[in-house]
């Protein structure tokens, strides 16, 4: 028999959770759901790279240690957050803050709700007892153990609803900044329902505030798209470059629904977003791209899982990543079609720029078919820039630099070009734009 020994880090983080549990929004069903979630997290600890899903990723080596809960900020934390908010403010939204794991409702524009649309703390909702709604935020899968842990030490979020019909004429903006001096961790967890025939946009943004340095983000977001909804969402990570950001995203689709999301991340020095889509309604149709820009020593890891349970359905994933200096990036993406699934329709291709000897890209596509009536593909490729193309540009008077950042613009383009919106396209693209000046 193998007898695993306690360390002691696992009895630090032991005694933070005991320590916390009266911090922690929910009583009864949802305490025992949080106990079990931390036990879960206990027997595996963090992830390590025997685990196949995380085997580019290992925590063990690069996180080491889960940092204490950052505490309830205070005024100054408040401020420094305000102005990191408002240096990367988008204009024609709708801005709900969330701040060291907590959501600052000063922050936040809660004003004249549109109709059909409901907007509540996740601390709110389980100090209440709304039990439909805790039971959702909390039913995901704990067999993952950085999920399992967000479940059980998640302070605060956001939980929206959205009636059935409702057309929202500005997108919804959550955003994460971290503003403690002294390292610490923060778990947040969100929750969004739409209902029947919505249309709704989302941006999610990671920041810092100023002399924030050396802290850990554990988020997740649970998203149910009702029939014949469309959800566009948009993800931002420009956390500081020492900071560990662990996400996760579970998205269930209804019949004729539509998905469309897109991830950026240039910041943190290490993170790792799992995102599960599930077309459980025939019809559904669901567009994924996302794009790294790292370097330095950054570890930027995209995991996404594509589960079509259901038939005629279909999927595009697009993921483009740009990695300089001794960067890593890492994308595994598996599509799994069930038996059920005929008439599928999923096509995944990966890319990665290498822009220096000692980058390294993993990528591992994966299919997993269970029917026979599909139609299913997927491929990666890894490359530099084109030495003939650089040339070419430079001989036309263009600095090396500008020439590799145009070649750069237009590698990922693509991905970036599936922002259905034309202002958050922008957004997007200032925000590359950053990471390639920086890099000049």
Known sequence: MNVVAKTETGRALGDAFASARDRLPGKG???????????????????????EDWKYTDL????????????????????????AAKLRAIDGVRRLVLV??????????????????????????LDAGDGALSAQAFATDISDPMIALNG?????????????????????????????TAPASMFTRSLLRLGRDTNVTLVESYLAGEGTKAYQAHDALIVAIGDNARFDHVRLVEDSIDAFNISSATISLGAHAHLNTFGLTSGGHVSRYQLTVTCAGEGSKVETNGVNLINGTQHADTTLFMDHAVPHCASREIFRAVVDDRAHSVFQGRIIVRPDA????????TRALLLSDDAEA?????????ADDVTCGHGATTGALDESLL?????RGLPEKEAQALLIQAFVGEAIESIASDA?????????????????
């Open 391 to 395: 040339f070419y540009m430079r001989a």
């Open 60 to 83: 063990r080596a690069l996180m080491r240690e889960v940092l204490p809960l950052a505490p309830a900020p205070d005024a100054a934390a408040l401020g420094r957050a305000a102005a």
């Open 152 to 180: 059980a030490m998640a302070t605060d979020g956001v939980v929206i609803e959205i009636a059935d019909g409702a057309v929202l004429a500005q997108p919804l903006h959550i955003v994460h900044v971290a503003s403690g």
């Open 362 to 370: 993993d990528n591992k596509p994966e299919l997993e078919i269970f």
């Open 424 to 440: 958050l396209r922008e957004v997007a693209i200032a925000t590359a734009q950053r990471w390639l000046e920086a890099r000049a």
């Open 29 to 51: 069903k949802i305490a025992d759901q949080r106990r079990q979630a931390f036990e879960a997290y206990e027997r595996s600890g963090l992830p390590h790279r025997r685990i």
């Open 100 to 125: 060291d794991g907590a959501f600052a409702p000063d922050l936040s524009d809660l004003g004249s709700l549109e109709k059909g649309l409901g907007i509540r703390p996740l601390r709110e909702v």
């Open 342 to 349: 005929q008439k599928t329709d999923a096509k995944m291709m």
